[in-house]
């Protein structure tokens, strides 16, 4: 009976998802003789589809906060409406959580990655792939800045994630969605990220947007191999969720030291190009049968 109900979910949530936004996939090649424009949100991480229930937003900002949540189910790893009462218990966790630390945990992760892709591209690596400036009829990259603090449940130590969302659109063309999430270090206790006015957090994010903002820039302009049958599996700490979980997921090759390993699916809320440090996750080879 719980098998029925559990799949009974996940067909809601795909139908919801649906509606919402399409599903991520392979990074499209940007055309050679036409840079494509980016252009950066204002409206930060969507409830309905990049977030799970119960997370607790700083306000006025980009900054959430997960991890903390029970008695979600699967509901933790969907980025749709459920199960309400025990999302708004949660939030309620969350602000518990962080409500005499939360002037220390902003970080105006649009602006700070604003300036590095400004620099990025007017770097001679770039420059004929991207502009600044949308063109009538031209590609365009909107691009969707945040911030995961992710509480890790067996010792409330927290790991930040920088969330690069991006969808590149052709006039009519939508695009796919495709996130680029990005974790560096241990995860370190709050009161160690919010000292000095959250000095140490805003090095650490400071740092992980620069390799996610490169990373995002090399695949959107000259997309990595996506291979079907080069899987991998893993098991560690992800986006979101405060304990270690196994998820098979695509290898997309390196960037310096970090493997790039795709979950894919748009229904949850850590898919995309997770940016990945040595020995950030077990990674084992799935060998084909």
């Known amino acids: 009976m719980k098998r029925i109900v559990m799949l009974a979910m996940i067909a809601n949530a795909s139908a919801a998802m649906a509606q919402a936004e399409p599903s991520q996939g392979p990074a ?10 980016i252009v950066f949100s204002e409206k930060g991480a969507n409830g309905m589809s990049d977030l799970p229930m119960g997370v607790h937003r700083i306000p006025d900002s ?24 025990q999302s708004s218990i949660n939030a309620q966790t969350g602000t518990g959580k962080v409500r ?25 690596q770039f420059r004929t792939a991207f502009t600044l400036a949308p063109q009538p009829g031209g590609s365009t990259m909107t691009v969707t800045p945040y911030v995961v603090l ?37 995860a370190l206790p709050l009161a160690t990220l919010t000292e000095n006015n959250g000095a140490r957090l805003t090095e650490i994010l400071t740092s992980e947007l620069e390799t996610a ?15 079907d049958d080069a899987k991998l599996d893993t098991n560690g700490l992800l ?42 996750l077990e990674i084992t080879p799935v060998v084909k049968k």
């Not at 604003?114 to 620099?119: A, G, K, Q």
């Not at 409330?156 to 999430?181: C, E, H, N, Q, W």
């Open 150 to 186: 992710t509480f890790v449940k067996k010792t409330d130590d927290v790991r930040p994630y920088i969330v690069l969302k991006t969808k590149v659109a052709t006039g009519s063309d939508s695009g796919k969605t495709i996130k680029y999430f990005c974790c560096e270090g241990k």
């Open 213 to 227: 903002v490169n990373v995002m820039l090399l695949d959107r302009s000259q997309p990595f191999p996506r291979n």
């Open 100 to 124: 005499d630390v939360e002037e220390d945990l902003r970080f105006d992760v649009r602006a700070r990655a604003i300036d590095m892709v400004n620099t990025a591209v007017a770097g001679d």
């Open 239 to 280: 986006p979101f969720v405060g304990k270690p979980m196994k998820w098979r997921g695509f290898d997309l090759g390196s960037y310096k030291d970090f493997r790039l390993i795709e979950f894919r699916g748009g229904l949850f809320v850590f898919s995309g190009v997770n940016i990945v440090e040595p020995d950030g």
């Open 62 to 85: 980009n900054v959430v906060v997960s991890g903390y949540q029970g008695g979600g189910g699967i509901g933790l790893l969907f980025g749709v409406v459920g199960t309400l009462v």
């Open 28 to 37: 499209e090649a940007v055309p050679s003789s036409a840079p494509t424009a």
